[in-house]
């Protein structure tokens, strides 16, 4: 298209009309109108304001892309290659003092910040360990997961019923929930994963569901929707309670006064370290020949299967691994709860650590960090905007898809030196 | 069964719903020979590929390959349905239940066949090293903790593969591009790199569909060579799908004609050049009119 | 007995509501081979556009039910339409040439920017509308008997025209054979002239006004929705898309009624507590057995 023809006014106009009209057909009746009862209040103000948004955002946008900029930012859209490049061959990134620096910093936070702050930080790097996981699943592998908060409720109700019904503590449920979990998706994905990829994302959305169905309706085992209460991680058998029944707790063993907030530190500093543990197994995992696997079935997965790999298993590990990193997240969220209930784990978390990753960028690590940061952190510190959260959740994954499918960090690849080759 | 042959095909039968692709395909492939399979467009010459390579199960008939010293029955590591008897042997029960669990193309390619694709299927948003590491999968050290901790087992084999992918880039002569995006290559440079990926899984025989298609004559004389050497220095069998004639005739040893689902002919490209049958099938002329190919 | 019957009774009509809801999802994923995660929330929203225009209805002194039935019946149809058009346009269209992971994530992001937008809108809690038809035919069996309120049977008329007409349009009109041939292949379709686009946008609307005509009849017949409704919902559709064979209209239709029918008989006989945990294995099972569903073909996978 070329510039010579001008500005075509009369069809910005005429564009931004017609998208005011269908949107004062869409929004009018359920923001106009609101149900009270069987009768209703009537709130034009807001139509109003949507109606007049979508003309003035319709117009500019008709107007923008008509522009030269408009019309290279559309060209580069259509064309887009955006994402992956290959770094040259030992790339060391600049970036690298960054590492060591944040584990410092993450290392002291817990003695200098107050309760809150620490509590915040917790979930944040819970979301972190769930958001890792997934992008084990969706962002490596290809696979969409839907019902990942399934993996999650069974490694928080793992906790709380090995503790209930076992007899066993945090330190030897941790392990055990991870396997649980990892357990649970090999049984679910084994049927699942040699079908269509769409089929996997309805099946495991009802997955979770069924979790969440089970555990509120087996009241004898989970106590239903009351929840049932998690123990606190131990200090070399010392617990972090007021007064313990069983031996010396960790402020008297310490001759500290009580403060509640020790047991808040070493849950933190517990999960700091396994968060670093887990971001380095992904490190690694991302170039073994299993991640490579993985990306090569995202890629195309017939052609992998002429290679000799059974697509079935690779996937399933993808799946396995996935689900036991949720695991693990489930009992730390357990742990710091206190208590786990039903309402914890529905849909709307699914989506969130979804979102997650689709904000970070599919298969970035880095990306994924951030992300679970600004979408659990955010919101906690920002509470106005707290019941607008899944609107925006929702308005991000189909932005996101449109304009950076990739996500917001991009994704680099390791480069090879040429060697001489040699075939044996 | 004779160990000449490294493929044989018998009777073999392929339904689409009412569609008959197949109907009674016989030949075999001789160990070390470079074999043409061609014919018409629509004679099914890719369904066979599929059903050689595991990619479609045949309706009916048998597929035996006998590379990495043993025999493999193509269609039987697909995964059957259960038969009656199966119900009494305990042993056919559980093998014919792993392969039903576990079974799949993937088999076949295990055995010692792999294959190329007629629209170019490479892990696009890879480096063209990693698509030959990533045909390496069953060949490096798969072990999660031993790739985690890095130890030197890992990293040995790990060198190993990276030095059988160059070795396979110089090759089809693409080192210069080893750490490109796979997508970022030209279609000839693609076609070549899909040959060095087969080829990274050590194949007994390799199956190469259209392997000429798109490339221009230098490529495709490039190619020719290439073809030459996997057959004379790796003693590799080569079957290949070809719809260039000259290319064809220039290296087959052994070509087999399908029409309508069916062989028509098989020979070397001297019979097949005058074979009546195949002018006809090609020219849509009656039987017995004369033409030269 | 009695109980058996009365299930089977309930369960004709649960599942007519259900095949009026898959056959949306059948319809996309025919067309464009995407799961539409929306369509169960777009069916809430019709729930709710019910409930407003019968108390615009009643507001403006209808009376009559048949009137405000029809009344309702128009203004969800049309408005649900719009939305269905508007989802497609925004959330899908410009994801035509994406992979397919993007376009289930962006359909995704839809489902949860309908049902916060909803919940925003008209408030978190449940809503209701009054009961328009009451009585029932009961029929007497030995003891007990079987009831069958006037509304079920409203609903069985209106389902069963709703998908007379819905098969009229598909197999006759001009628009209908224009979706087939997008079907069978959209690509030459658009090069014979058929303006796919607008052939997609129009099963998107023809999918969210069959969701919007079982979102009425439900509604009339429950009485009480919330904003979360469309998602238990969806996925039962779904179910029953899947068991049909997807991409097969009259698949949809059988796989709603086997799934309403099944579904009915397991809460009335074993456990109305796991009815949707039982729906959901009958899901996942049928995908293991039969992944093409009852009267889907087996998809030849294209190498």
């Known amino acids: 298209m070329s510039q010579t023809a001008g500005m075509n006014y009369k069809q910005c106009f005429i564009d931004a009309v017609v998208a005011a009209l269908m949107a004062l057909v869409v929004f009018g009746p359920i923001m106009g109108i609101v149900l009270d009862g069987y009768k209703f209040d009537i709130d034009f103000q807001r139509v109003g304001w949507i109606v007049s948004i ?16 408009g019309q290279a930012m559309l060209f580069k859209y259509a064309n887009n290659h955006d994402g992956v490049t290959v770094n040259p061959p030992n790339h060391k990134s600049k970036m690298i003092w960054v590492i060591p620096l944040v584990m410092v910093i993450g290392f002291l936070i817990p003695f200098i910040a107050s309760k809150y702050i620490l509590t915040v930080l917790i979930l944040g790097l819970i979301y972190v360990l769930l958001g890792l996981g997934l992008n084990i699943v969706v962002g490596l592998a290809g696979l969409l997961d839907l019902g990942f908060v399934g993996f999650y409720a069974i490694g928080a109700y793992s906790l709380a019923l090995g503790y209930e019904n076992l007899g066993l503590g945090f330190w030897s449920m941790l392990p055990i929930a991870a396997i649980a979990a990892a357990f649970a998706g090999a049984i679910l994905g084994f049927p699942v994963l040699r079908m269509h990829g769409d089929y996997l994302a309805i099946v495991t959305l009802g997955f979770g569901e069924i979790i969440r169905l089970i555990l509120t309706n087996w009241v004898s085992l989970t106590h239903g929707p009351n929840g049932i209460s998690a123990p606190l991680p131990t200090f070399f058998g010392l617990e972090f309670k007021r007064r313990s029944a069983h031996g010396e707790t960790f402020h008297e063993f310490f001759n500290l006064p009580y403060d509640s907030g020790y047991k808040y530190m070493f849950v933190y500093l517990v999960l700091f370290a396994v968060v670093w543990a887990v971001l380095f197994i992904k490190h690694r995992l991302v170039k073994m020949p299993i991640g490579r696997a993985w990306e090569a079935l995202r890629e195309d997965e017939i052609a992998c299967r002429s290679l000799g790999l059974n697509h079935v298993l690779v996937k399933l590990s993808a799946f396995m691994l996935g689900a036991s990193t949720a695991g693990l997240a489930g009992v730390f969220f357990a742990t710091y709860q206190g208590f786990v209930s039903p309402s914890s784990f529905t849909f709307f978390e699914s989506a969130l650590i979804l979102a997650i990753v689709v904000l970070g960028g599919m298969g970035s690590t880095l990306g994924v960090v951030i992300a679970a940061f600004c979408l659990t952190v955010l919101p906690e510190m920002l509470r106005e905007v707290a ?8 308005i991000l994954m189909v932005v996101m898809m449109i304009w950076k499918p990739r996500g917001l960090v991009r994704v680099t690849r390791n480069g090879f030196a040429a060697r001489e080759g040699v075939i044996k | 069964m004779s160990q000449e042959n490294i493929l044989k095909i018998e009777n073999l039968v392929m339904h689409f719903g009412g569609i008959k692709a197949l109907n009674d395909v016989t030949f075999d492939i001789k160990r070390g020979s470079v074999s043409a399979l061609i014919g018409p467009n629509g004679a099914g010459k890719t369904t066979v590929f599929n059903c050689i390579t595991g990619f479609y199960k045949a309706t009916g ?15 039987k590591v697909l995964g059957e349905a259960f038969r009656l008897t199966d119900f009494f042997s305990p042993i056919a029960f559980f093998q014919r239940l792993k392969y039903k669990m576990f079974g799949g193309s993937h088999l076949v390619n295990r055995a010692g066949l792999s294959r190329t694709f007629q629209n170019i299927r490479l892990f696009k948003e890879m480096s063209v090293v990693e698509n030959l590491l990533v045909a390496q999968h069953m060949r490096v050290n798969r072990n999660l903790l031993g790739g985690i901790l890095n130890t030197k087992a890992y990293k040995q084999a790990e060198s190993d593969a990276l030095e059988r992918a160059f070795y396979w880039l110089g090759v089809v002569d ?24 087969a080829m990274c899984t050590n194949p007994e025989i390799v199956c190469l569909d259209e392997p000429a298609a798109g490339l221009n004559p230098s490529e495709t004389e490039a190619l020719t060579k290439m073809i030459r050497v996997l057959r004379d220095e790796h003693n590799t069998t080569v079957l290949l799908i070809e719809h260039d004639m000259g290319m064809v005739m220039d290296i087959s040893d052994y070509i087999v004609v399908l029409d309508h689902g069916e062989v028509i002919a098989e020979g070397g490209p001297d019979d097949i050049k005058t074979n009546p049958k195949v002018i006809a099938a090609y020219l849509g002329a009656e039987e017995g009119e004369e033409m030269t190919l | 007995m009695d109980i058996v019957l009365q299930q089977l009774v309930n369960g004709l009509t649960l599942g007519s509501v259900y095949g009026l809801i898959a056959i949306g999802y059948t319809m996309v994923y025919g ?19 019910t409930a407003i225009s019968i108390a615009l209805l009643t507001f403006f002194g209808v009376e009559s039910f048949p009137f405000i039935i029809f009344g309702a019946l128009v203004f969800t149809i049309v408005i649900t339409g719009a939305y269905g058009w508007v989802i497609e346009r925004v959330a899908y269209r410009p994801l035509r040439n994406s992979s397919r992971l993007s376009v289930l994530i962006s359909a995704i992001g839809m489902s949860l920017i309908l049902q916060n937008y909803v919940q925003l809108s008209q408030g978190p809690n449940q809503q209701g509308v009054p009961t328009l038809i009451t009585g029932a035919f ?17 609903i069985l008329l209106i389902a069963l025209a709703g998908m007379g007409i819905l098969t009229y349009i598909i197999q006759k009109t001009k628009l209908g054979r224009m979706c087939r041939a997008t079907q069978q292949d959209r690509k030459m379709a658009s090069i014979l002239g058929i303006d796919t686009d607008k052939v997609i946008s129009s099963v998107f609307v023809i999918g969210s006004a069959m969701a919007a005509l079982a979102g009425v009849l439900v509604t009339l017949d429950y009485g009480a929705f919330d904003f979360y409704i469309g998602f238990i919902m969806g996925i039962k559709a779904f179910t029953a898309a899947v068991l049909g064979g997807i991409g097969s209209l009259p698949g949809a239709m059988l796989g709603g009624l086997i799934l309403g029918l099944s579904e009915s008989l397991f809460a009335g006989l074993v456990s109305s507590d796991y009815k949707d945990v039982f729906s959901f294995s009958l899901l996942v099972l049928i995908l293991i057995i039969r992944p093409s569903g009852l009267l889907g073909k087996p998809a030849v996978e294209k190498v």
């Not at chain 1, 019941?387 to 929702?394: A, H, I, K, N, S």
């Not at chain 3, 029929?139 to 409203?154: A, E, P, R, S, W």
């Open chain 1, 54 to 69: 979508v003309f003035v955002g319709r117009l500019f946008m008709s107007y923008y892309f008509q522009t030269a900029k």
């Open chain 1, 387 to 394: 019941e607008y959260r899944v609107l925006l959740f929702g």
């Open chain 2, 61 to 75: 008939g048998n597929i035996m390959l006998s590379a990495n010293g043993k025999e493999t029955s193509v269609i």
């Open chain 2, 174 to 197: 693409l080192v210069d591009f080893a750490n490109r995006l796979a997508g970022e290559l030209s279609y000839g440079q693609q076609r070549r790199l899909e040959i060095a990926r």
């Open chain 3, 31 to 49: 067309i464009i081979g995407m799961i539409n995660f929306a369509h169960g929330d777009v069916y809430m929203v019709s729930a709710y556009l």
């Open chain 3, 138 to 154: 009961r029929f007497h069996i030995g003891d007990g008997y079987v009831q069958i309120t006037y509304m079920k049977v409203l």
